[in-house]
Nanobody, 125 residues
Framework: QVQLVESGGGSVQAGGSLRLSCAAS????????MGWFRQAPGREREGVAI????????YYAGSVKGRFTVSADNAKNTVYLQMNSLKPEDTAMYYC??????????????????WGQGTQVTVSS
């Protein structure tokens, strides 16, 4: 099993920045894709940013491209999400996810086996 623990959520005004962290432990060899999904009330969980930990290749949803950056520290088994120029529509619960060999479906939540408990991000206008 793989355990994921997120941190770094909070409240910020529009235009501000936040940095999320996700620390993985356990059988981390079971995963090679890690990243972030988000879910707002009444909406489906959507992929935000994913990193292939083998090479560092990254994938982003169109709505966050250019504003968010996903990165990984493999030595620490930790993935980060730097969020800049935040907008009220970025308000959601953010979940860390990990999976293996999800190429072609990297932003599809159902392809990921491991999930964190979530951290709330609230952006006020």
């Amino acid at each position: 099993q793989v355990q994921l623990v997120e941190s770094g959520g909070g409240s910020v005004q529009a235009g501000g920045s936040l940095r999320l962290s996700c620390a993985a432990s356990g059988d981390t060899y079971r995963t090679n894709y890690m990243g972030w999904f988000r879910q707002a009330p009444g909406r489906e969980r959507e992929g935000v940013a994913i990193i292939y930990t083998g090479t560092g290749v990254t994938y982003y949803a169109g709505s966050v491209k250019g504003r968010f950056t996903v990165s990984a520290d493999n030595a620490k088994n930790t993935v980060y999400l730097q969020m800049n120029s935040l907008k009220p529509e970025d308000t959601a619960m953010y979940y860390c996810a990990a999976g293996r060999d999800v190429v072609g479906y990297v932003l599809v939540a159902s392809k990921y086996n491991y999930w964190g408990q979530g951290t709330q991000v609230t952006v006020s206008s």
